[in-house]
């Protein structure tokens, strides 16, 4: 954080109102993310042969999921799952009540989405990232937004490579949210592991300054990112500017599938997206914009769920 920022920050600090600063605090809490639950397995949609996994991830923190094969049996093609925050791989649960309806009073299944690649002959490996669901904690509870996370993309990786079976299929990613922020930073960090990678569906990746200028407008706060970075260092996160896949995506080569919420009321669209998008190394990418709708958590997530055509569609181009 420059000097000037954070003397800015610190004067900010000294006049800002009380009710405002906990809204500013509200959103550094944004990084802390408490733990969604498994409320849905496979059994729910009648996915038989499936089974718990548990593995390492880059830096050993402990991560665990499920390996779901394709329905009438075990393929050769693998798609690798993972999720947002404050989810976990089977989901979201705001209509649980609290905490998780503070973010949004709806449901995210996760888990209909891999009966629908399972249907079309995908194998499925789904993942809690670290700090969420029942994968182990790290850096005090603290989510890098993908600086830190990528590591738990190495590690499932490298699980996939070094398993008797699943080394030998033909492999895709789909990476969503931070999940998806993450998947950029480990590709671009170890471009070897990732070369054999078919294709990426990369769903709702988005960067923390969009995030938090909309949040801070919506709250009339949006003077004060400044105080809103010195709060994120205090709380050991990363700067907003930070959090973003955009610093990684050149390294991205594979094909990609973007999918986002054109008029996403909870970041910066399109134009986040848009410069994520033309950011990308990849030669053969589109962008898929969820229209008609502002609701980044109802529809954006549940978008794979509701219509399997277009995602199944691209796997298929790429791993058949």
């Keep these: 954080m420059s000097e000037e920022r954070m003397s800015n920050a610190l004067e900010q ?32 949609y009648g996915m038989t042969g499936w089974e718990d996994i548990f593995f390492p991830a880059e830096d050993g923190v402990p991560l665990e999921g499920w390996y779901i094969p394709a329905k ?9 799952f993972n999720h947002a925050l404050p989810m976990c791989r089977a989901g979201f649960q705001g209509h649980f009540g609290e905490p998780w309806s503070t973010y949004d009073a709806v449901e995210i299944d996760f888990v209909i989405q891999m009966k629908h690649l399972t249907d079309a002959g995908y194998n499925v490996l789904a993942y809690d990232i670290r700090n969420h669901g029942r994968s182990g904690a790290s850096n005090n509870g603290v989510s890098g937004i993908g600086q830190i996370e990528w590591r738990d993309c190495v590690g499932v990786k490298k699980y996939v490579d070094n398993h008797p079976r699943l080394g030998k299929m033909k492999v895709g990613l789909y990476s969503q949210c931070m999940g998806g922020n993450s998947q950029y930073e480990a590709i671009n960090r170890r471009p070897d ?32 990112l400044d105080l809103l970075d010195f709060e994120l260092l205090k709380a050991g996160a990363f700067l907003m500017d930070e959090m973003t896949p955009q610093l990684s995506a050149h390294g991205v080569k594979m094909p990609v599938l973007m999918v986002q919420v054109k008029d996403d009321a909870w970041t910066k669209n399109p134009e986040d997206a848009q ?21 980044r958590f109802k529809d954006g997530y549940n978008y794979f769920g509701r219509y399997p055509k277009k995602i199944i569609g691209f796997f298929d181009k790429y791993m058949k």
């Excluded at 600090?13 to 849905?40: C, E, Q, W």
């Excluded at 009438?72 to 690798?80: A, C, P, R």
């Excluded at 990678?197 to 003077?223: G, H, K, N, T, W």
Aim: proline letters at 3%.
């Design 13 to 44: 600090l000294k006049t800002i109102s009380d009710a405002d600063y906990a809204k500013i605090k509200g959103m550094v809490n944004v990084v802390k993310p408490f733990r969604s639950v498994l409320h849905k397995t496979p059994d729910d």
């Design 72 to 80: 009438g049996g075990e393929s050769d093609k693998l798609v690798i």
């Design 193 to 224: 592991l990732f070369e054999n990678v078919s294709c990426l569906c990369s769903p709702m990746v988005v960067s923390m300054r969009a995030i938090y200028r909309a949040f801070s407008e919506l709250q009339s706060v949006d003077q004060y």
């Design 275 to 295: 410069k994520t998008f033309d950011l990308l190394g990849s030669k053969e990418k589109e962008l898929l914009w969820i229209e008609g709708t502002t609701r």
